[in-house]
């Protein structure tokens, strides 16, 4: 399994930017899909995550700005970044739930590293005040 981010550039406050997730090996359609981000010396946190089904969810911090997809077609996922601001920045990393087609979980499940058990190498997105 492998997945591969880009999308990353720098981009001013308010600005927006889509990052986008390759995967080969898994459908992702199939699986929970999310993305993290760490910022420099801090801890990898939960940004968002799409189950197979189609239902999202969002840390509290980019809710209403952010957006995750999913095209099914391409088989990737997709983080449209929208109202950025400074404290966005970060590498931003997408990772894969092993389990195929997972029912319904507590909100800590896609919010929890450990649940992914596969992850892309990161993509830098910088944004200037």
């Known amino acids: 399994v492998q997945l591969q981010a880009s999308g990353g550039g720098l981009v001013q406050a308010g600005g927006s930017l889509r990052v986008s997730c390759a995967a080969s090996?898994?459908?992702?359609?199939?699986?929970?899909m999310g993305w993290f981000r760490q910022a420099p010396g801090k801890e990898r946190e939960f940004v968002a995550a799409?189950?197979?089904?189609?239902?999202?969810y969002y840390a509290d911090s980019v809710k209403g700005r952010f957006t995750i997809s999913r095209d099914n077609a391409r088989n990737m996922v997709y983080l449209q970044m929208d109202s950025l601001k400074p404290e966005d920045t970060a590498v931003y990393f997408c990772?894969?739930?092993?389990?195929?087609?997972?029912?319904?979980?507590?909100?800590?499940?896609?919010?929890?590293?450990?649940?992914?058990?596969?992850w892309g190498q990161g993509t830098l997105v910088t944004v200037s005040s």
């Open positions: 990772g894969l739930d092993e389990t195929y087609r997972a029912p319904f979980r507590t909100t800590d499940y896609y919010s929890d590293r450990a649940t992914y058990n596969y």
């Open positions: 090996g898994r459908t992702v359609s199939n699986h929970i």
């Open positions: 799409i189950r197979s089904g189609g239902s999202t």
